[in-house]
């Protein structure tokens, strides 16, 4: 495992702010701290890069104690995005992202060549940001330099707290967009906080439920939504259910359960059954489509379905 929790406890006042939890994150996998203000998602995030000392109990990153290790040694192989603007205000956006390259001593051509990579994967025109001061940012482009500074030095670990939830609704949905195709998404071992429940079914492999300092249930969208350990944990998902679990199922998870006209050669509106139910059904609403050939990546098959039947696979395999 890349982060291993165990048996971890801390308290203020008296008071546990988190209370005995333990839980593993692979390399690789993005594991989402879930659940309502004061439940001790952000007090656990901050144990892991050493923010915050726990009581008692152990937190290993990459095999290693963190308790063992300089705090600055241990941060700089750990990217760490928070939820408001932390940037240098009298640093240009270059100089922002360029922080923890400079503490390792990157050459100057490599710093400025992976400022420019990130800027335009993250939707910033270099041309026109890159000698420019936080100040003269809209907040959404902050969180974008936020990002792209916290992963400059290809960090292993990215921890995130609430990164997006001070961002309007539209600002929040193409920033997260453009996170989630970013190819470093894809490779780090992710541990992020939120409260938003749309955005852990979004990002997350895994979401650990939390409330009073402890672990409720931890697992796939799937298994929280469809086999919730208690009473407590299908309430607090009941009233986002039938979203959430159009979304959580893939056109791949109903493959079997789907019309078997299997077409020759796709035609024009073809989506990838790696893609959610949610989104095929939305793309075709959208665009007044009456049906949609999918393909399957894994035997390459094209099937070509409608909204009814993909609902009636989504039943099927809701009540299996």
Not at 94 to 121: F, G
Not at 136 to 164: C, H, K, T, W
Request: aromatic letters at 8%.
């Amino acid at each position: 495992y890349m982060i291993s929790v165990t048996h971890v406890s801390k308290h203020f006042d008296n008071v546990a702010a988190v209370n005995d939890i333990s839980f593993e994150v692979k390399e690789g996998e993005n594991l989402i701290l879930l659940g309502t203000s004061g439940c001790g998602k952000t007090t656990t995030l901050r144990m892991i890069n050493r923010l915050i000392i726990p009581d008692s109990g152990s937190v290993q990153v990459n095999c290693a104690n963190v308790n063992n290790q300089p705090p600055e040694q241990l941060r700089r192989s750990i990217g760490y995005v928070l939820q408001h603007n932390a940037l240098f205000p009298h640093y240009t956006v270059a100089e922002n992202i360029a922080v923890v390259p400079k503490l390792l001593q990157w050459d100057k051509k490599k710093i400025a060549a992976r400022t420019e990579e990130l800027m335009h994967a993250l939707q910033l025109a270099p041309e026109k940001y890159l000698h420019a001061y936080p100040a003269e940012l809209s907040g959404g482009q902050q969180q974008r330099v936020n990002v792209a500074r916290a992963i400059a030095a290809y960090p292993p670990v990215l921890l995130m707290d609430e990164p997006f939830g001070a961002l309007d609704p539209v600002t929040r949905a193409g920033i997260v967009k453009d996170f989630v195709a970013l190819d470093e998404f894809r490779k780090k071992t992710i541990v992020m906080v939120t409260h938003d429940i749309d955005e852990a079914f979004q990002l997350g492999n895994r979401i650990c439920l939390m409330d009073k300092g402890e672990i409720v249930q931890i697992g796939t969208p799937i298994e929280l939504l469809f086999r919730p350990a208690n009473e407590q944990v299908k309430t607090f998902f009941d009233d986002h259910y039938l979203q959430l679990a159009l979304k959580a199922i893939k056109i791949d998870d109903v493959w079997a359960k789907l019309n078997n006209n299997i077409l020759v050669q796709q035609d024009g509106n073809t989506l990838s059954a790696h893609s959610n139910i949610w989104d095929a059904m939305e793309m075709m609403t959208k665009n007044n489509w009456q049906q949609l050939s999918v393909r399957n990546e894994m035997n390459n098959e094209i099937k070509q379905v409608n909204v009814a039947e993909l609902l009636s696979a989504f039943n099927a395999y809701k009540n299996a």
